[in-house]
T-cell receptor, first 111, second 114 residues
Framework: QKEVEQNSGPLSVPEGAIASLNCTYS??????FFWYRQYSGKSPELIMF????GDKEDGRFTAQLNKASQYVSLLIRDSQPSDSATYLC???????????FGQGTTLQVKP | KAGVTQTPRYLIKTRGQQVTLSCSPI?????VSWYQQTPGQGLQFLFE???????NKGNFPGRFSGRQFSNSRSEMNVSTLELGDSALYLC?????????????FGQGTRLTVV
Protein backbone atom coordinates (compact mmCIF):
# COMPACT_ATOMS: atom_id res chain seq x y z
CA GLN A 1 0.00 0.00 0.00
CA LYS A 2 1.35 3.42 -0.97
CA GLU A 3 1.84 5.88 1.87
CA VAL A 4 -0.23 8.50 0.05
CA GLU A 5 -2.77 7.59 -2.60
CA GLN A 6 -3.98 10.20 -5.06
CA ASN A 7 -5.77 9.81 -8.36
CA SER A 8 -3.25 11.13 -10.87
CA GLY A 9 -6.01 12.44 -13.15
CA PRO A 10 -6.27 14.54 -15.11
CA LEU A 11 -9.38 15.77 -13.37
CA SER A 12 -11.20 18.06 -15.77
CA VAL A 13 -13.85 20.54 -14.61
CA PRO A 14 -15.51 23.48 -16.34
CA GLU A 15 -14.77 27.01 -15.24
CA GLY A 16 -16.95 28.03 -12.31
CA ALA A 17 -17.51 24.46 -11.10
CA ILE A 18 -16.35 22.86 -7.85
CA ALA A 19 -13.22 20.75 -8.12
CA SER A 20 -12.85 17.96 -5.57
CA LEU A 21 -9.43 16.46 -4.92
CA ASN A 22 -8.92 13.50 -2.61
CA CYS A 23 -6.11 11.71 -0.82
CA THR A 24 -5.85 8.71 1.45
CA TYR A 25 -2.85 7.99 3.62
CA SER A 26 -1.59 5.00 5.57
CA UNK A 27 0.19 6.63 8.54
CA UNK A 28 -2.42 6.54 11.33
CA UNK A 29 -0.20 8.61 13.61
CA UNK A 30 0.20 11.57 11.29
CA UNK A 31 -0.94 14.87 12.75
CA UNK A 32 -0.34 17.38 9.97
CA PHE A 33 -1.73 17.55 6.45
CA PHE A 34 -0.96 19.96 3.68
CA TRP A 35 -2.10 20.88 0.21
CA TYR A 36 0.38 22.23 -2.30
CA ARG A 37 -0.23 23.48 -5.81
CA GLN A 38 2.49 22.99 -8.40
CA TYR A 39 2.39 24.61 -11.79
CA SER A 40 4.30 22.91 -14.59
CA GLY A 41 8.01 23.62 -14.27
CA LYS A 42 7.58 25.43 -10.95
CA SER A 43 8.04 24.46 -7.31
CA PRO A 44 5.21 23.45 -4.95
CA GLU A 45 3.31 26.33 -3.34
CA LEU A 46 1.58 25.82 0.02
CA ILE A 47 -2.13 26.64 -0.21
CA MET A 48 -3.66 24.98 2.86
CA PHE A 49 -2.73 23.10 5.99
CA UNK A 50 -5.03 21.28 8.39
CA UNK A 51 -4.31 19.56 11.69
CA UNK A 52 -7.77 18.82 13.14
CA UNK A 53 -10.69 16.73 11.94
CA GLY A 54 -13.33 18.68 10.08
CA ASP A 55 -13.30 21.49 7.56
CA LYS A 56 -11.00 24.45 7.14
CA GLU A 57 -11.91 27.20 4.71
CA ASP A 58 -9.66 29.80 3.11
CA GLY A 59 -11.25 31.83 0.34
CA ARG A 60 -12.29 29.50 -2.47
CA PHE A 61 -10.47 26.55 -0.87
CA THR A 62 -11.83 24.15 1.75
CA ALA A 63 -9.72 21.36 3.20
CA GLN A 64 -11.47 18.44 4.87
CA LEU A 65 -9.78 15.97 7.19
CA ASN A 66 -11.06 12.68 8.57
CA LYS A 67 -8.34 10.97 10.57
CA ALA A 68 -10.46 7.93 11.38
CA SER A 69 -10.89 7.24 7.68
CA GLN A 70 -7.34 8.42 6.89
CA TYR A 71 -8.72 10.75 4.28
CA VAL A 72 -8.08 14.36 3.34
CA SER A 73 -9.68 16.36 0.57
CA LEU A 74 -9.56 19.77 -1.05
CA LEU A 75 -12.54 21.53 -2.57
CA ILE A 76 -11.98 24.43 -4.94
CA ARG A 77 -15.09 26.51 -5.49
CA ASP A 78 -15.63 28.65 -8.58
CA SER A 79 -12.71 26.97 -10.34
CA GLN A 80 -10.67 29.18 -12.63
CA PRO A 81 -8.35 28.28 -15.51
CA SER A 82 -5.51 29.60 -13.33
CA ASP A 83 -6.25 26.75 -10.90
CA SER A 84 -5.02 24.28 -13.53
CA ALA A 85 -2.02 22.64 -11.89
CA THR A 86 -0.90 19.52 -10.07
CA TYR A 87 -2.13 19.30 -6.48
CA LEU A 88 -0.04 17.50 -3.86
CA CYS A 89 -1.30 16.37 -0.46
CA UNK A 90 1.67 15.46 1.74
CA UNK A 91 1.37 14.67 5.41
CA UNK A 92 3.95 14.89 8.14
CA UNK A 93 5.34 11.51 9.10
CA UNK A 94 4.45 10.53 12.65
CA UNK A 95 8.00 9.26 13.13
CA UNK A 96 10.10 12.09 11.81
CA UNK A 97 7.89 14.96 10.69
CA UNK A 98 9.23 14.74 7.16
CA UNK A 99 6.65 15.27 4.46
CA UNK A 100 5.38 12.17 2.67
CA PHE A 101 4.15 12.92 -0.84
CA GLY A 102 1.96 11.09 -3.30
CA GLN A 103 2.20 11.49 -7.04
CA GLY A 104 -0.23 14.41 -7.19
CA THR A 105 -3.49 15.02 -9.04
CA THR A 106 -3.50 17.07 -12.22
CA LEU A 107 -6.45 19.46 -12.40
CA GLN A 108 -7.57 21.01 -15.67
CA VAL A 109 -10.12 23.81 -15.57
CA LYS A 110 -11.66 24.34 -19.00
CA PRO A 111 -12.85 27.88 -19.92
CA LYS B 1 10.02 38.74 4.11
CA ALA B 2 12.28 36.94 1.68
CA GLY B 3 11.34 33.45 0.61
CA VAL B 4 13.47 30.37 0.18
CA THR B 5 16.36 30.93 -2.22
CA GLN B 6 17.99 28.12 -4.15
CA THR B 7 21.04 28.50 -6.34
CA PRO B 8 21.80 27.84 -9.06
CA ARG B 9 18.48 27.52 -10.87
CA TYR B 10 19.84 25.34 -13.66
CA LEU B 11 22.86 23.08 -13.99
CA ILE B 12 24.19 20.82 -16.70
CA LYS B 13 26.85 18.33 -15.66
CA THR B 14 28.45 15.29 -17.19
CA ARG B 15 28.44 11.80 -15.74
CA GLY B 16 31.05 11.27 -13.06
CA GLN B 17 31.22 14.91 -12.03
CA GLN B 18 30.04 16.24 -8.71
CA VAL B 19 27.69 19.10 -7.95
CA THR B 20 26.84 21.33 -4.99
CA LEU B 21 23.45 22.99 -4.60
CA SER B 22 22.65 25.75 -2.13
CA CYS B 23 19.54 26.68 -0.18
CA SER B 24 18.95 29.75 1.98
CA PRO B 25 15.84 29.29 4.15
CA ILE B 26 13.35 31.89 5.30
CA UNK B 27 14.79 34.06 8.05
CA UNK B 28 14.17 32.42 11.42
CA UNK B 29 13.59 28.95 9.98
CA UNK B 30 16.05 26.38 11.29
CA UNK B 31 14.83 23.29 9.45
CA VAL B 32 15.84 22.65 5.85
CA SER B 33 14.67 19.56 3.97
CA TRP B 34 15.80 18.44 0.54
CA TYR B 35 13.68 16.59 -2.01
CA GLN B 36 14.29 15.13 -5.44
CA GLN B 37 11.46 15.37 -7.94
CA THR B 38 11.34 13.27 -11.10
CA PRO B 39 8.37 12.58 -13.38
CA GLY B 40 8.33 8.88 -12.55
CA GLN B 41 8.97 9.00 -8.79
CA GLY B 42 7.38 12.23 -7.68
CA LEU B 43 8.86 14.01 -4.68
CA GLN B 44 11.32 11.86 -2.78
CA PHE B 45 12.78 12.91 0.58
CA LEU B 46 16.58 13.16 0.67
CA PHE B 47 17.43 14.50 4.13
CA GLU B 48 16.61 17.15 6.69
CA UNK B 49 18.86 19.40 8.72
CA UNK B 50 18.10 21.29 11.89
CA UNK B 51 20.62 23.42 13.77
CA UNK B 52 23.50 22.07 11.69
CA UNK B 53 22.57 18.43 12.43
CA UNK B 54 21.15 15.89 10.02
CA UNK B 55 18.04 14.57 11.78
CA ASN B 56 16.34 12.57 9.05
CA LYS B 57 17.60 10.77 5.99
CA GLY B 58 15.81 9.21 3.05
CA ASN B 59 16.70 6.13 1.04
CA PHE B 60 19.32 7.57 -1.24
CA PRO B 61 22.87 6.30 -1.81
CA GLY B 62 25.81 7.81 -0.01
CA ARG B 63 26.68 9.85 -3.11
CA PHE B 64 24.04 12.26 -1.84
CA SER B 65 25.16 14.29 1.13
CA GLY B 66 24.45 17.60 2.72
CA ARG B 67 25.28 19.99 5.48
CA GLN B 68 23.89 23.01 7.23
CA PHE B 69 25.71 26.07 8.42
CA SER B 70 25.24 28.12 11.57
CA ASN B 71 23.11 30.66 9.65
CA SER B 72 20.77 27.77 8.63
CA ARG B 73 21.85 27.87 4.99
CA SER B 74 22.20 24.38 3.61
CA GLU B 75 24.07 22.72 0.81
CA MET B 76 23.63 19.35 -0.78
CA ASN B 77 26.29 17.57 -2.75
CA VAL B 78 26.00 14.78 -5.27
CA SER B 79 29.20 13.00 -6.24
CA THR B 80 29.89 10.72 -9.20
CA LEU B 81 26.82 11.90 -11.05
CA GLU B 82 24.70 9.40 -12.94
CA LEU B 83 22.18 10.04 -15.72
CA GLY B 84 19.40 9.07 -13.31
CA ASP B 85 20.30 11.96 -11.04
CA SER B 86 18.73 14.35 -13.54
CA ALA B 87 15.87 15.91 -11.61
CA LEU B 88 14.45 18.99 -9.97
CA TYR B 89 16.01 19.37 -6.53
CA LEU B 90 13.87 21.25 -4.06
CA CYS B 91 14.59 22.50 -0.62
CA UNK B 92 11.91 23.28 1.91
CA UNK B 93 12.25 25.68 4.81
CA UNK B 94 10.36 25.25 8.07
CA UNK B 95 10.52 26.48 11.65
CA UNK B 96 10.86 22.86 12.76
CA UNK B 97 9.52 20.13 10.50
CA UNK B 98 9.50 17.66 13.41
CA UNK B 99 6.88 19.85 15.08
CA UNK B 100 4.71 19.64 11.95
CA UNK B 101 5.09 23.31 11.08
CA UNK B 102 4.43 24.41 7.51
CA UNK B 103 7.16 23.98 4.93
CA UNK B 104 7.85 26.43 2.11
CA PHE B 105 9.70 25.43 -1.01
CA GLY B 106 12.34 27.26 -2.97
CA GLN B 107 12.19 27.54 -6.76
CA GLY B 108 14.37 24.49 -7.15
CA THR B 109 17.53 23.62 -9.00
CA ARG B 110 17.03 21.72 -12.23
CA LEU B 111 19.98 19.39 -12.71
CA THR B 112 20.61 17.74 -16.04
CA VAL B 113 23.28 15.05 -16.25
CA VAL B 114 24.54 14.26 -19.75
Amino acid sequence: QKEVEQNSGPLSVPEGAIASLNCTYSDRGSQSFFWYRQYSGKSPELIMFIYSNGDKEDGRFTAQLNKASQYVSLLIRDSQPSDSATYLCPHGSSNTGKLIFGQGTTLQVKP
Amino acid sequence: KAGVTQTPRYLIKTRGQQVTLSCSPISGHRSVSWYQQTPGQGLQFLFEYFSETQRNKGNFPGRFSGRQFSNSRSEMNVSTLELGDSALYLCASSLDINLNTEAFFGQGTRLTVV
